[in-house]
């Protein structure tokens, strides 16, 4: 009961007006004396100026996609890449902040494949289905991109959207699409799930669009890993939330967030979404499927297959992982519609906590002071009326 | 027995007219075996068994769409906001024929072609929503829902003038509490039984896919078909009944007024929205809360079903001793009131809470028990005899009208914004009836307190008011109520008039609010 009434007190919560000013840039420092990057691949770069730090979002599909955030305590920090050595993909260190010292924390998320499994029993458990049921995984890293360009990128909007595929023919009519937003202040996306946002973090939404799948029951599963500096994204948190206007149906939000060993409260970083896909792109109530995730799994130093980790951490980052299955038993298959999207907060701090809508809130103030302001003015009249008129008392009969 | 019943009324009719709690039909030379003498006690429980179950089919069916909720969305590919036409469709035909029905009743076809007719309503609709769902054509279900609806209700007002008709004084309200028992195992069998039988004939069919869902319901008419073999039981009964004992036909005895609506009281008005504001909180929300339990509570399917039907199970039992509750300590306002904020305080636990739904259920099922024992009567102390039926009519016409828009507008609400602002906009509804209800009790107050009297006030008033009148006899014309509201208002019609202008508590064998519950279904 205790701990429904916090998470109940949790949404009246205050409003977050930390603004951040955000200024994007593509591919900072690449110039023509340079090889110039292969096709499709970019950098992008998007600083995110607070009042006393910054925050650099760097979002780059060389390799497998990837989204570096890093925390600097000053306003004057900047991204320094060594482009040929960055290009060569064999050398660490061709990523740098100026200055080094300066970083607070850093993290990234690399979206490393996409399984697909054949779901006979129709229990959408990738844990329980035989390993016989699972088909040759994508591998993003070996995706061919449209690159970003002034119709992908949107500076003002501070979005930008990438659609690939790889060579095989399930591709060949569709793709598998990233766009990644940042924001300056709090609020929420207009489509389904509208995470609530705020300046401190950023949003990757992937989706896929057409693409054939292999078999008859085919579902889908993404795995994510996740490198930090000496705290990586380690625990799974799944928190249950009474409010589902923005997400009709879903109650519950599921956090991947990373804590100094030393106390589990307080959190650096987080990976955050609503464990809900949508089967169109402009969904109705019954186009939402619940979605599972694993628990996360360190991966030891493994690096992930992408370039800016290797560019940032090194050949051996300590790394986790886990994978998001989308559907649930029963569920239609990615047949259907032949098309599934989900969406993802990554940021800094502690994840954004949902609040009611401001209608909710005064139609319950509406619909429960009026009686109570009924019942106040009626004992006042009633006092007043007894006190004017004096208690006549009944004739008894007299025999 | 042909011959044994011309021999009978050949030896000519001394049983008399009435036939009120004849006991014993041992007289020498009856050769009618106890169970079929119609003024025996035993043939009476038998034709109470067929009244019972004459309502059972109606009830299993209306609720179909809510026990197979989920089935019936993918099956036939439809939004909530559609789902919930079937509900709407079924309100739709009852906002004109709740004027109309004992009209209908009365004049038109008769009491017992009547029921068989509005039988064949329900049956016929049934099948034709089967035939929707087996043809994968919703507006064909749709259909078969306004038809069934126009059968539902005014076969709840036949099976209610059968038991005034066949049962008199203190059996009246065990009779009434009995079917009122049986229509809640209607839905409640439906409730926790059609999601098996579904499964069961997927697994015969193949694969889920509206052939199965058509089939299920074509399963559930069976319940319908049953219904309608009772009422052609009832009707051979019945007139078995009238030619050994001589009665007439029953009437619902019921006159509709339109004009009289501009007659209608302030609190009958306060009355009136409080029926609206709190039944379109419970009925539509039942219709859509297996779903909500699977989502937010992660309830199996199974399970959801239960807790969905929680309300019905507990009405059964409640109503009658809730019912003796307030008839024993009188204050029907107050009780009121706590039905209405009981029913507030379950809807925002189910809101904003992830408490166990069985309390909250538990509570919606008492509080919904409570609030039909104590509002339904009150009609009858704010308004004249004579105006009882049109109160009534009017009552259940806006509130089928009520249960037909907030049906679609809950429907889409839940597509667009989710269950919580679904909760949130019931509790607004509750919160309606709650300020009605305060505004009831504060303007009765002020008027001198006729509605919240308490049992023993009401008896007083009545002692005080009989002790100065004539007494009259016992009228054994009680079957022909409805004539005599045709001729000019007789001495006992005038002191009946005076009477509920009080809001004494009539005697026993005219209690008005009593023969009201006859001419409506209470038990919405």
């Known amino acids: ?399 | 027995m042909a011959d044994a019943e011309e021999r009978q009324s050949l030896l000519g009719d001394e049983d008399g007219v009435s036939f009120s709690g004849r006991r014993n039909a041992g007289e020498p030379g009856r050769p009618m075996s106890a169970i079929c003498d119609p003024s025996h006690l035993l043939h009476r429980i038998v034709v109470l068994l067929f009244m019972c179950f004459l309502g059972f089919g109606s009830y299993f069916c209306y609720d179909n769409p809510a026990a197979l909720q989920t089935q019936v969305i993918q099956d036939m590919k439809l939004n909530t906001a559609q789902f919930m036409q079937l509900y709407a469709w079924y309100s739709w035909p009852n906002v004109i024929l709740c004027f109309l029905g004992g009209f209908l009743l009365d004049r038109v076809f008769g009491i017992r072609l009547g029921t068989v007719i509005f039988s064949l309503f329900v049956c016929v609709g049934q099948v034709i929503f089967a035939a929707g769902a087996l043809l994968d054509r919703f507006w064909l279900m749709e259909v078969g829902r306004f038809v069934f609806g126009i059968g539902g209700e005014s076969l709840a007002v036949a099976q209610n003038t059968y038991a005034v008709n066949w049962f008199k004084g203190k059996e009246l309200n065990l009779v009434f509490g009995l079917q009122l028992s049986m229509a809640r195992l209607g839905s409640t069998v439906n409730m926790n039984i059609m999601g098996w039988v579904y499964n069961r004939i997927a697994s015969l069919v193949g694969s889920p896919g509206y052939t199965t869902l058509g089939v299920s319901l074509m399963i559930a008419a069976v319940t319908c078909l049953f219904s309608l073999v009772c009422a052609l039981v009832l009707g051979f009964l019945d007139k078995r009944a009238e030619k050994i004992l001589h009665k007439d036909q029953g009437k619902t005895g019921e006159v509709i007024k339109l004009t009289d609506v501009k007659d209608f009281p302030f609190p009958l008005w306060l009355i009136f929205i409080i029926c609206v504001g709190y039944y379109v909180a419970i009925f539509p929300f039942i219709g859509l809360g297996q779903v909500f339990f699977i989502e937010k509570f992660n309830f199996s399917p199974a399970e959801a079903r239960a807790i969905n039907s929680i309300v019905y199970i507990i009405s059964a039992p409640a109503s009658p001793i809730l019912g003796f509750m307030v008839d024993k300590t009188g204050k029907n306002v107050i009780w009121v009131l706590c039905a209405v904020v009981s029913t507030l305080a379950a809807h925002m636990m189910l809101a904003f809470t992830f408490w166990n739904p069985w309390i909250a259920m538990s509570l919606l099922g008492v509080s919904y028990s409570l609030l039909a024992c104590a509002l339904w009567p009150m009609v009858a102390f704010v308004v004249p005899e004579h105006q009882l039926g049109t109160a009534y009519g009017f009552m259940q016409s806006i509130q089928n009208l009520g249960l037909a828009l907030i049906a679609m507008a809950a429907g889409s609400i839940l597509d667009n914004r989710g269950y919580l602002f679904l909760e949130v906009f019931f509790s607004a509804c509750v919160c309606i009836a709650l300020i009605a209800v305060v505004m009831l009790y504060f303007v009765d107050y002020l008027r001198g307190g006729d509605l919240n009297l308490s049992a023993a006030d009401r008896a007083r008033l009545q002692k005080e008011a009989t002790s100065d009148s004539e007494i009259y006899k016992h009228p054994n014309q009680q079957t022909e109520r409805g004539l005599a509201r045709l001729k000019p208002m007789s001495a006992f019609g005038l002191r009946n008039r005076y009477l509920s202008r009080l809001g004494a508590q009539l005697p026993d064998h005219c209690s008005s609010h009593l023969s009201s519950l006859a001419h409506r279904s209470v038990l919405k």
């Not at chain 1, 490198?227 to 380690?234: A, K």
């Not at chain 1, 559907?327 to 993802?344: E, K, Q, R, V």
């Open chain 1, 1 to 399: 009961m205790f701990l429904s009434f916090r998470s109940s007190a949790g949404f009246i919560g205050s409003g977050d007006t930390y603004r951040r000013k955000l200024s994007v840039e593509l591919n900072p420092g690449l110039n023509s004396s340079v090889s110039p990057l292969p096709p499709g691949v970019d950098l992008l770069h998007i600083r995110a100026l607070g009042k006393s730090d910054t925050l650099h979002f760097l979002f780059c599909n060389q390799g497998a996609p990837t989204l570096l955030l890093l925390h600097t305590n000053t306003t004057s920090s900047t991204i320094q890449v060594d482009w040929p050595a960055f290009l060569a993909r064999n050398t660490t260190g061709s990523l740098r902040v100026e200055p080094e010292s300066s970083v607070l924390y850093s993290s990234a998320v690399v979206l490393t494949r996409l399984w697909e499994y054949d779901d006979v029993n129709n229990t959408a458990d990738p844990e329980k289905v035989p390993p016989s049921s699972f088909l040759p995984p994508y591998q993003l890293q070996n995706f061919t991109w449209t690159g970003l360009n002034n119709k992908t990128l949107d500076p003002a909007g501070h979005t930008a959207q990438l659609c690939g595929g790889d060579a095989s023919p399930s591709f060949a009519n569709g793709s598998l699409c990233l766009q990644f937003s940042a924001f300056e202040t709090e609020g929420r996306d207009q489509g389904w799930p509208s995470l609530l946002h705020n300046a401190n973090s950023s949003q990757i939404r992937v989706w896929l669009d057409g693409l054939l799948p292999r078999a008859n029951r085919s579902r889908f599963s993404l795995e994510l890993q996740a490198v930090g500096g000496p705290y990586p994204l380690g625990r799974v948190e799944e928190i249950r939330s009474i409010d589902d206007e923005y997400t009709p149906s879903i109650f519950q939000v599921s956090q991947w967030v990373s804590s100094p060993s030393n106390s589990s409260s307080v959190v650096l970083g987080f990976v955050q979404w609503k464990p809900v896909a949508y089967r169109r792109a402009k969904p109705v109530f019954e186009d939402a499927t619940p979605c599972h995730h694993t628990a996360s799994v360190p991966l030891g130093q493994a690096a992930p297959a992408s370039g800016l980790v290797r560019a940032f951490y090194g050949s051996k980052p300590s790394t986790t992982g886990l994978n998001v299955s989308f559907g649930i038993a029963g569920d239609p298959f990615y047949a259907m519609t032949n098309y599934l999207s989900w969406t993802m907060l990554v940021g800094l701090g502690h994840p954004p906590v949902d609040t009611f809508s401001p209608l909710v809130l005064s139609i319950m103030a509406v619909g429960l002071g009026t009686p109570m302001i009924l019942i106040l003015l009626g004992g006042i009249c009633v006092c007043s009326r007894k006190r004017a008129t004096p208690q006549s008392q009944a004739y008894e009969p007299i025999n």
